[in-house]
């Protein structure tokens, strides 16, 4: 598997490092590689890098989105990328499986990576998504592992990363995606039946435009062995994402705000026919897309939420 080459000199540095990151977009492309893994220096990675980090960007990318990613990050493990590049990654190896009776967190990864959809956003949050459980593991008196906060260190962890590196410094909203899905990768999984609509509709607000993405990171973070355990997960990602949808489609179709509530806020609160009621109207359309009060709610609720936020609307107390 592997083929030690001595340290090169600059230029031909340059050519051993993309040809290694070449043969692991094989592995990942193709599956399993017709070439021997080559094993590269830390020096040789770390000169090459910083003249070429657009190349090797683009050959991390290939190798996360191939068709056999697991094939592909063995390869990148290998041959010094992940010790070098990516020595949060490289952390996870071997870690847990034992002793310490979790899952082992490399495996995990890797799995979850080739289980995402092939999106290079999907695919590299998938990859660092757990890189914070090596900071934050400890075992409660019980034996009891946990990773309270992970996905938080996680995230700081991602921002150190690219400081050093700067693999995204190119592609600033592909890296505020990546570092978004880290931070919040646990929040899907956390769904409960019992969740209010109020719930759902604030969950797919802060979401935002990652929504799709996080709930594909989601479904692929279920790794467990056992079936109904599995089964379970899915189902419970697939029952947010479709209250989701169907919210949607009913906030569509309906106005935010009852009907004739402008001529209770008039009446109620002593205000002429003028400018004024538009602008409360549009601020309590505001306050319910915020998630801060309910669409649809009787009219007197919105009167009340108003008079609570005098000084807020310009109203007097």
């Not at 495996?107 to 999907?122: D, N, W």
């Not at 400890?138 to 996905?151: D, R, T």
């Not at 947010?240 to 004739?260: C, F, N, S, V, Y």
């Amino acid at each position: 598997m592997r083929a030690p080459l001595p340290s090169p000199t600059a230029p031909a540095g340059t050519d051993l490092v993309l040809e290694a990151l070449d043969r692991a977009v094989a592995a990942s492309e193709a599956g399993a590689p017709d070439r021997p893994v080559i094993v590269v220096p830390p020096e040789t990675w770390r000169a090459v890098l910083a003249e070429h980090l657009p190349e090797v960007r683009s050959r991390l990318d290939r190798v996360l989105i191939g068709h056999d990613p697991e094939g592909g990050l063995d390869a990148l493990l290998v041959c010094g990328a992940l010790d070098t590049l990516l020595p949060e990654v490289h952390a996870l190896v071997g870690f847990g499986d034992g002793e310490w009776r979790h899952k082992d967190v490399w495996k995990h990864t890797k799995q979850v990576v080739r289980q995402s959809v092939p999106r290079l956003e999907v695919r590299w949050a998938s990859l660092l998504h757990d890189v914070g459980k090596v900071k934050t593991r400890s075992i409660s008196p019980s034996g009891e592992v946990h990773f309270f906060g992970h996905a938080e260190v996680g995230a700081r962890m991602f921002d150190r990363l690219e400081r050093r590196v700067g693999l995204f410094q190119r592609d600033v909203a592909l890296r505020g995606t990546v570092r978004f899905l880290i931070l919040h990768h646990l929040r899907a999984n956390q769904y409960d039946p019992s969740w209010t609509d109020s719930a759902v509709r604030r969950f797919a607000r802060e979401m935002g435009e990652s929504l799709d993405d996080l709930l594909c990171l989601s479904r692929a973070d279920i790794t467990t062995k056992r079936p109904e355990k599995k089964r379970r997960g899915l189902e419970q990602i697939s029952d947010l994402a479709e209250r989701i949808r169907t919210l949607a489609e009913e906030d569509a179709k309906q106005p935010p705000l009852p009907t004739g509530l402008g001529n209770l806020l008039m009446k109620d609160l002593g205000i002429p026919p003028s400018p004024q009621v538009g602008v409360l109207m549009r601020g309590l359309t505001a306050a319910v897309e915020a998630g801060e009060i309910e669409p649809r709610l009787e009219p007197e609720a919105y009167v009340a939420f108003l008079r609570e936020n005098a000084a807020r609307f310009g109203l007097p107390s």
